[in-house]
């Protein structure tokens, strides 16, 4: 088989060609127009898509040394997502699929983002649990087979990436801030500001706490030193990725020793994170896991990921119908 995937839920319009379960082309492009307004906005990223997706669909086809009549099927990004963005690549690979005559295979985005996993070896085994870190969830996924998920835990309110960017925010970072939260925090004293970890029950998280901690805790500080976030922005990112990496890491050791897994990974966009990603390493060491990074490409979003997950799909005939629709927000599988 050779699958055309097309992601297209957020601000990266991205396009790859997967034959027989390997990826051969994955290309990414990711909208600086929003960079302006300190986050995304829907009506521009939509239009960003249509402008994106043929130049992008184009390079993953010649990326990949093929053309266009090779391919067998054709999968995009069904939800969650912005609904405006979501709608583009549904178009196209509807068209796509009805001018090629060729079956549609509809993704859910963070099934998606656990399949990642599945793109290179080693790859894990079953029973996984993935600790699934993006801009908008947060979720504890046990993994029974590469279909059959199981949410055992989620954020109650912002996501673990969200909490990155917007605390980034308040630091006058540009957006999205977590990858320079990261870098400031590397060289920075992660125990110098304590922030409180949420307690929450069962395997569900909490961000919005964490959040307004660091605000009040700024806005006391700056009162007496107006330069405050300049002057330690490198301790403060450290004790703010501290925080979210503890609260993360407590809850999903807890869910893997409740289910007894092995066998565990991250993944989603904050899966990137230097901190996490040393952290979920140390805590193998100690639990005695089989722990599974995923490179740095298949972390954010990538349409990779969405075309190893219509691999699986198409294998068990799971395609969807022309009148599929994308879906903003939708409970998976
Ligand atoms: P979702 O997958 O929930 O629909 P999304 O697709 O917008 O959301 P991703 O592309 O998976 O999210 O991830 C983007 C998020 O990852 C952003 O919040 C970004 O700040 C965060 N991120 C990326 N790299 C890092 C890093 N090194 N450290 C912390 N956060 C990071
Ligand atoms: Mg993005
Ligand atoms: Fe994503």
């Known amino acids: 088989s050779i699958i055309l995937a097309i992601e297209s839920s957020c601000d990266e319009t991205s396009a790859a060609i997967v034959k027989d379960g390997q990826v051969i082309s994955n290309i990414i492009t990711t909208q600086s127009v929003h960079e302006q307004y300190g986050g995304v906005v829907p009506e521009l990223a939509s239009r960003a898509h249509l402008q994106q997706i043929v130049p992008v669909v184009d390079a993953a086809i010649q990326k990949a040394g093929i053309s266009k009549k090779d391919i067998t099927a054709v ?15 549904a178009c196209f690979a509807k068209g796509f699929a009805q001018a090629l005559n060729i079956p549609l295979i509809a993704v859910h985005h963070m099934q998606a983002h656990v399949l990642a996993h599945f793109i290179e070896d080693p790859k894990p085994a079953f029973p996984f649990l993935c600790l699934t870190v993006s801009g908008g969830h947060t979720q504890i996924v046990l993994c029974h087979s590469h279909l059959e998920m199981e949410i055992l835990g989620e954020t109650l309110d912002d996501a673990a990436g969200e909490a990155f960017d917007k605390i980034a925010k308040m630091l006058q970072l540009p957006y999205p801030g977590g990858p320079l939260v ?20 069962e395997f569900d998280f909490s961000f919005s706490g964490i959040k307004t901690a660091v605000l009040y805790f700024l806005q ?24 979210i ?19 565990v990974g991250i993944a989603g966009g904050v899966s990137a994170n230097s901190g996490l990603r040393k952290a979920l390493q140390e ?18 979003d990538n349409a990779a990921m969405i075309g190893i997950t219509a691999y699986y799909k198409m294998m068990k005939e799971q395609f969807a119908d022309m009148s599929v629709v ?8």
């Open 75 to 89: 999968a995009f990004t069904q939800a969650p997502g912005l609904i405006g963005s979501l709608l583009v690549g």
């Open 182 to 201: 990261d870098k400031h925090a590397a060289k920075g004293n992660p125990e110098k500001f304590p922030f409180p970890i949420p307690d929450i029950k």
């Open 220 to 243: 006391k500080q700056q009162k007496t030193d107006p330069d405050f976030i300049q002057n330690n922005i490198d301790d403060i990112c450290a004790s703010v990725q501290h925080t």
């Open 245 to 263: 990496i503890k609260a993360l890491m407590k809850k999903f050791e807890k869910a893997a020793k409740a289910y007894k897994i092995t066998h």
């Open 283 to 300: 805590y193998g060491v100690k639990n005695k896991w089989n722990v599974y990074l995923p490179k740095f490409e298949y972390c954010t």
């Open 326 to 333: 994308p879906s903003a927000r939708t409970q998976w599988t």
